[in-house]
């Protein structure tokens, strides 16, 4: 205890005095790094269609119900834009915040994402990071993809505002350690 009579927290994480090292190095690790960018790309696309996907079979069932209800059901199509940020955000936390630390797409390319120091990413992050996301694209479109080409972990701009970084999984890290 403090003198003023307030308990301190430890938030070193076993560091001492010191600031948490980045996990990832890429000049010793460079099989962390390795074709992240263009497999990321796919990856979204894959997420793409796992978001819009539902959300256009929702378009279409309440177009159908429309012309059931004689154009009464129409007016739920306002319904979309909510529904398309709820789910989109509800995605990216659910898969990103579940042990494989990926989404579908990224698991499909051998990706993960990490916090910067290295831990498992976690659902609150996963939603942080998917808005993080929409408004620097729709702010700093296309700048915000050039980011990942001035740095060496290959991240992202909403990478940085989430304290995140995309890597590719152990398992194909260690495969392409092998090549090297």
Do not use: K
């Not at 308990?7 to 994480?13: E, G, K, M, Q």
């Not at 190095?25 to 796992?50: C, I, K, N």
């Not at 129409?74 to 789910?87: D, K, R």
Request: glycine share 8%; proline share 5%.
């Amino acid at each position: 205890m403090s003198r003023t009579g307030e308990t301190s927290r430890d938030t070193s994480y076993g560091f001492g005095d010191r600031a948490l090292p980045h996990a990832y190095d890429p000049q010793t690790m460079p099989e962390y790094f390795e074709g992240v960018l263009s497999r990321r790309l796919v990856a979204f696309l894959v997420d793409a269609l796992m978001i819009v996907g539902p959300v256009a079979l929702l378009a279409v069932f309440i177009f159908v119900f429309g012309l059931l209800t004689l154009g009464l059901g129409w007016m739920l199509f306002w319904l979309l834009s909510p529904a398309f940020i709820v789910w989109a955000v509800a995605y990216n936390a659910l898969t990103l915040g579940s042990p494989a630390s990926a989404t579908l797409g990224m698991r499909l390319m051998d990706l993960e994402m990490r916090t910067w120091y290295g831990a498992p990413c976690y659902s609150i992050l996963g939603a942080v990071h998917a808005v993080c996301f929409w408004v620097s694209v729709s702010v700093f479109t296309p700048f915000v993809l050039l980011v990942a080409l001035f740095n060496d972990r290959r991240r992202l701009l909403h990478d940085f505002l989430a304290g995140t970084v995309v890597v590719n999984t152990p398992r194909r890290a260690d495969a392409l350690r092998r090549t090297y």
